[in-house]
């Protein structure tokens, strides 16, 4: 199995990033898919989940900026962060979970100046 996420970089307060989670190994269209994310010294947080039928839902820090998607013929998932803040800063991770079974990337840095 393996979760591959891509798109992360530095860019300025009010841009746009496009992250992408690249899967295989897994049946990755009846996996749940989310995005999480770490700052430095800080836990991994949840940001935004996508369920196999496509709901989404949102951490309120993010909700009306960014956005999760998924490809089910190309086993991608797709975060699409626009109006990036400061901290919004971390090391986002993606993950695929089905039942008891997670499964983590290993990570793609955003780094968003003031």
């Known amino acids: 199995v393996q979760l591959v996420e891509s798109g992360g970089g530095l860019v300025q307060a009010g841009g746009s990033l496009r992250l992408s989670c690249a899967t295989s190994?897994?049946?990755?269209?009846?996996?749940?898919m989310g995005w999480y994310r770490q700052a430095p010294g800080k836990q991994r947080e949840w940001v935004a989940t996508?369920?196999?039928?496509?709901?989404?839902n949102y951490a309120d820090s993010v909700k009306g900026r960014f956005t999760i998607s998924r490809d089910n013929a190309n086993n991608t998932m797709y975060l699409q962060m626009n109006r990036l803040k400061p901290e919004d800063t971390g090391l986002y991770f993606c993950?695929?979970?089905?039942?008891?079974?997670?499964?983590w990337g290993q990570g793609t840095q955003v780094t968003v100046s003031a």
């Open positions: 190994g897994i049946t990755f269209s009846i996996n749940a």
């Open positions: 993950n695929a979970a089905l039942a008891w079974i997670t499964y």
């Open positions: 996508i369920t196999s039928g496509g709901s989404t």
